[in-house]
């Protein structure tokens, strides 16, 4: 193992849980993360390049939120852009320095299993972490924080070995996170469609998740109304600056648009799509919706390894993540929020894109 990816793996595994003392904890982890990606980026510089960056779309997507800060600047807007910064660069490292994917996912996996267990003991009244009462919240801060957490390392923990699934699982189960078990359920869909699972499988999860569904129903249906309800004003808001948007942080200006007295003030779009297109206009959400195409076209012409369908599963899982959540907002809202799961995030894709270029050490066969 060369010494960028066991920073890299310290990194990953610190980044989504650090906290120090009595410090904020939204700002706490925000320097961590920056001054965790300048050490990576010092330690790169004394490493071989294992690969060049071929996609170079997420880079002009940077160029574009660049723009905007003059364009439509607000009190947010160079916090926005330095934190965006940091997570391109991430990227770039990621892409070009790590070389074996493998134990990197397994380092995200261990993170999974500790959260999962110190969700566990959190049920039970035994919280050594924080003072919250956020139910199984784990190390994540909010429960569904950790039910992000979890969705998105599901697949991973499958791919090295099913036993593992039991802890993001597990996590699930106690996040009762209803954004997080259907974008589970949309990756087991991709894993049951490759086949590197049986049906029965796939079915066995598939009616725990319903039975989940059925038992918070009254629950999700009232949060199917709320995020409806945010979502069409923030498409009129989007159409009334398609190309400029509104500027990063632009929502907490927007208290009497996000405004209702049976929801209160809402300070989030749990859309990350929305949240990004209300920042940037339409434009912008061109330039993610050409990444994501990009992505999926160099997939289907791929050579497919079980490592490939892996980690392309746990991008899927994170996208649908961002339909209705908002775990990136932190990075762009540019208020000092913690970025834990939109590290998490754009390190699968950072993975991805290294599958996709054919490294990550392992023999290819055809799915």
């Keep these: 193992m060369n010494s ?33 990606v300048i050490f990576l980026f010092f330690v790169a510089l004394s490493q071989k390049k294992q690969r060049d960056l071929k996609d170079k779309t ?5 160029f574009v939120c660049f723009l905007n800060i003059f364009i439509a600047p607000t009190p947010y807007s160079r916090m926005a852009l330095v934190n965006i910064v940091f997570l391109l660069l991430l990227y770039y490292l990621i892409v070009c320095y ?20 110190l969700g566990l003991s959190q049920r039970f009244g035994l919280d050594f972490v924080y003072d919250t009462s956020s139910g199984s919240c784990a190390f ?6 950790h039910g992000d957490f979890q969705a998105i390392i599901f697949p991973i923990a499958l791919y090295l070995h099913p036993l593992m ?38 079915l066995a999860i598939l009616s725990g998740m319903t039975i989940f569904i059925v038992h918070f129903r009254d629950q999700l249906l009232r949060k199917l109304i709320m ?24 929502i907490f200006g927007m208290t009497d648009e996000f405004c209702w007295p049976q929801y209160g003030t809402a300070d989030r779009l749990y859309n990350d799509y929305l949240e990004f297109g209300l920042c940037v206009g339409i434009v912008g959400c061109i330039f993610l919706f050409i990444f994501f195409c990009n992505k999926v076209k160099r997939y289907r012409r791929a050579d497919k390894t079980l490592l490939l369908n892996t980690v392309f599963a746990g991008c899927i899982v994170a996208s649908a993540i961002c339909l209705s959540h908002s775990p990136m907002a932190p990075i762009f809202s540019g208020i000092g929020q913690s970025p834990r799961i939109a590290i998490v995030i754009i390190t699968m894709f950072a993975l991805l894109e290294i599958q996709l270029q ?7 066969w055809k799915v």
Aim: proline content about 3%; aromatic content about 14%.
């Design 98 to 117: 790590a070389k074996n994917v493998r134990c990197i996912l397994k380092t995200l996996v261990l993170l999974s299993a500790i959260n999962a267990i």
């Design 358 to 364: 054919g490294g990550g050490g392992e023999k290819r």
């Design 58 to 62: 997420l880079f002009a997507l940077g």
């Design 165 to 202: 699934a039991i802890f993001p699982v597990m996590g699930l189960v106690l996040s009762k996170s209803a954004t997080a078990g259907m974008a589970t359920v949309v990756g087991l869909a991709f894993i049951a469609a490759k086949k590197r699972f049986g049906s029965i499988h796939f």
């Design 140 to 145: 994540m801060g909010t429960s569904a924080f």
């Design 4 to 36: 960028f990816d066991f920073v890299l793996k310290v990194f990953l595994f610190l980044a989504p849980i650090f906290y120090w003392g009595n410090l904020p904890l939204a700002q706490t982890q925000l320097q961590f993360f920056q001054l965790g």
């Design 227 to 250: 995020r409806t309800t945010i979502w069409k004003k923030a498409l009129e808001l989007i159409f009334d600056k398609p190309l400029q948007g509104w500027g990063f942080g632009s």
